[in-house]
């Protein structure tokens, strides 16, 4: 059964730092985008970065890019939300999301051919 597992999530003070993990089932084509959304109470999911992860092409929301890192392992069927100088305003749910090929408006993904979903992982940051 193809399954996505988040991990990684947490409270964190401002500045701080955190790294998600997004294990996938299996490589196919259905998975050959990766990508990691959020969503926080109120407000609509949005987009925060997104790799392939045959090519390790990125791309990246850009209120996030310089912040946070996308990258993939793909002998570990794993991808990574490596979170730097942590915000209040991160604080969501994180999802990561798989797709045949990413889907991207202005550099952030869209859910929009996002077919696959995890369960999300809940990452809070405080002042």
């Known amino acids: 059964q193809d399954q996505l597992v988040e991990s990684g999530g947490g409270s964190v003070q401002a500045g701080g730092s955190l790294r998600l993990s997004c294990v996938y089932s299996?490589?196919?084509?259905?998975?050959?985008?990766m990508a990691w959304f959020r969503q926080a109470p109120g407000k609509e999911r949005e987009g925060v970065a997104a790799i392939y992860i045959g090519s390790g092409n990125t791309y990246y929301a850009s209120s996030m890019e310089g912040r946070f890192t996308i990258a993939r392992d793909n002998a570990k069927n794993t991808v990574y939300l490596q979170m730097d100088s942590l915000k209040r305003e991160d604080t969501a749910m994180y999802y990561c999301a798989s797709a045949p090929f990413c889907t991207v408006v202005a550099g952030a993904p869209t859910a929009t051919g996002f077919r696959y979903w995890g369960q999300g992982t809940q990452v809070t940051v405080s002042s």
């Open positions: 299996r490589r196919t084509y259905i998975r050959e985008c």
